[in-house]
């Protein structure tokens, strides 16, 4: 039984390597671009929103987080939103208008150009990350979606795409993480150079 057990964990850590190795060699670029997009966002005094669904929703709350408290830079406070962490917001808009809604209304409502908003969605089909990123687009708001194989080619949906090379819920989520936090090191790099 422990034998098994371990087999299924090695299984998992090297399913975790691939898909998150796979990210890097075909993402490196646009990850740094789209860090170049937000310091400057940020240098100008816009914000970052981020919005996904289930999973996706915590992780948005917890880079929004990193960057309104701090990652790894003791520095100042900046501006980002998670457009999933207002329960009365998502309710009011899911049952007045519809799921498919909730994030795109904050965005009409919160987004101006300049900003940055970035969605999360595995399947790259989300409707309501998809209404979010067209509603920013018509803002004049820059767009960056993370995403998994299944959107392969969907590519030009958003400003930056970033596709995980796998369609393993986990294995891309876990990758977005690991993503995200090399996307706020590298701001916070930008941004603040001598600390």
Do not use: W
Not at 25 to 33: G, I, M, P, Q, V
Not at 59 to 75: L, N
Not at 101 to 119: P, S
């Amino acid at each position: 039984m422990a034998k098994d057990l371990k087999a299924l964990l090695e299984t998992a850590r090297s399913n975790h390597v691939q898909a998150v190795d796979g990210f890097f060699r075909d993402c490196t670029e646009t990850l740094s671009a789209l860090a170049m997009e937000c310091a400057t966002a940020l240098s100008n005094g816009n914000k970052l929103m981020f919005c996904g669904n289930g999973g996706s929703a915590c992780d948005s709350m917890h880079i929004a987080g990193e960057f309104v408290g701090r990652f790894i830079k003791d520095r100042v406070g900046l501006p980002a939103i998670a457009l999933t962490a207002d329960s009365g917001i998502l309710t009011c808009l899911a049952n007045d208008y519809s799921y498919d809604y909730i994030f795109a209304r904050q965005v009409e409502a919160l987004g101006q150009e300049g900003d940055v908003l970035i969605g999360l969605s595995t399947s790259g089909r989300s409707p309501n990350v998809l209404a979010a990123l067209k509603a920013a687009r018509e803002k004049g708001v820059k767009t960056a979606l993370f995403t998994g194989e299944k959107a392969r080619n969907d590519e030009k949906i958003a400003d930056f795409t970033l596709i995980v090379p796998t369609v393993t819920t986990a294995h891309i989520q876990e990758s977005h993480m690991v993503a995200l936090h090399g996307l706020t090191g590298l701001i916070e790099a930008q941004l603040f150079p001598e600390l």
